[in-house]
């Protein structure tokens, strides 16, 4: 071989190198693009996310101001009550006379729904036992009849009872001793107390665990009959549907009118004796936002007390895309 020919074959071998480099830099480069203009993207789509379910959560403490200032009863038939189907964000907007439907992509892609759920429609866990670590006789008579109408082992309320015992009570006896379970802030976290997850499963339709031991009676306005069966001592399955029948006609104005709307006796619903009522003061307000394929959801627990209503624990996550565009269900 010539040495032409060898100073040609190591040009070409340079030039292809050359190519191969310049090819791994924009390569390289376009990746870098990409990734930033993903991040920037996702970035952008949290920052837009947090700020509208903070404004569906802003707008269902006002919605729940008000009912609290209208006092009465809380029943299913109220503003609150009315659960947000899943609509367009711009149509919000558009009900403003000075801002049009088209206001560009970003807007015309965001979705939103949820709802309010009244907490004390449901058993609070939380009753069974107070910061002592003594035990509710009246909330265990409760949660027995729901365990034996849900078909679950009186074993295993026991144990949830005894473990509650312990992670509740905060005395310097309890703290010497072997180290207890903490509390439960969820209903799925009773699997800390050792629940099976099926029985959880099974329960969480009909409990709640709620951030208070006392004042959570069930409010016999918006409860199942289900629930309305396990709190109230000697009151048959067929009485409680009767009493979320006679609801559906008008709401209990009192203990005493649901009482009187099954001609119950007197001691069934006796102070003391049942932990009902007609009114709530805790809910729980349940978001979902889509934005493309990003869903987003929210729960946040809020108390109100008269007018005031506060914000006491809120989670957020991603949801699957595919699932419903209704607000989460129990």
């Known amino acids: 071989m010539t040495r032409a020919a060898r100073n040609a074959g190591a040009a070409l071998l340079a030039a292809m190198l050359t190519v191969a480099l310049v090819a791994t830099f924009a390569a390289a480069a376009l990746w870098q693009q990409w990734r930033s203009t993903e991040v920037e993207a996702a970035e952008r789509a949290r920052v837009q996310s947090s700020w509208v379910l903070t404004g569906a959560l802003d707008w269902a403490r006002l919605l729940l101001r008000e009912d609290g200032r209208s006092g ?68 265990v008579r409760s949660f027995q009849r729901l365990f034996e109408l849900l078909g679950l082992p009186p074993a295993q309320l026991d144990l949830l009872i005894e473990n509650m015992r312990f992670a509740a009570d905060t005395s310097a006896n309890n703290r010497s001793g072997p180290m207890a379970a903490l509390l439960p802030q969820r209903v799925e976290e009773l699997a800390w107390l050792g629940l099976p997850l099926a029985s959880v499963a099974a329960l969480q339709p009909y409990i709640a665990v709620l951030p208070a031991r006392q004042g959570t009676p069930v409010n016999l306005n918006t409860a199942s009959a289900e629930v309305i069966f396990a709190a109230v001592d000697g009151l048959s399955m067929a009485d409680a549907q009767r009493l979320v029948a006679a609801r559906e006609q008008a709401p209990f104005r009192s203990v005493t009118a649901a009482k009187d709307a ?22 729980e307000v349940r978001s979902r936002l ?17 007018i005031d209503v506060r914000t006491l624990q809120r989670e957020r996550g991603i949801a699957d895309p595919t699932a419903s565009s209704q607000a989460a269900r129990r």
């Open 72 to 139: 009465g009863p809380d029943h299913l038939g109220e503003p609150w009550a009315v659960p947000l189907q899943e609509a367009r964000l711009s149509s919000f907007l558009a009900a403003d006379r000075n801002v049009t439907a088209d206001t560009g992509p970003e807007v015309l892609e965001a979705f939103l729904s949820g709802q309010i759920v009244d907490m004390q429609s449901l058993l609070n866990v939380n009753t069974l036992v107070d910061d002592t670590g003594r035990i509710s006789d009246t909330d």
């Open 290 to 306: 889509r934005l493309d394929q990003l869903v987003v959801e929210e729960r946040s627990l809020v108390q109100r007390s008269g």
């Open 262 to 283: 099954i001609g119950a006796p007197d001691a069934m619903f006796a102070a003391g004796q049942v932990n009902v009522a007609i009114a709530s003061g805790f809910f």
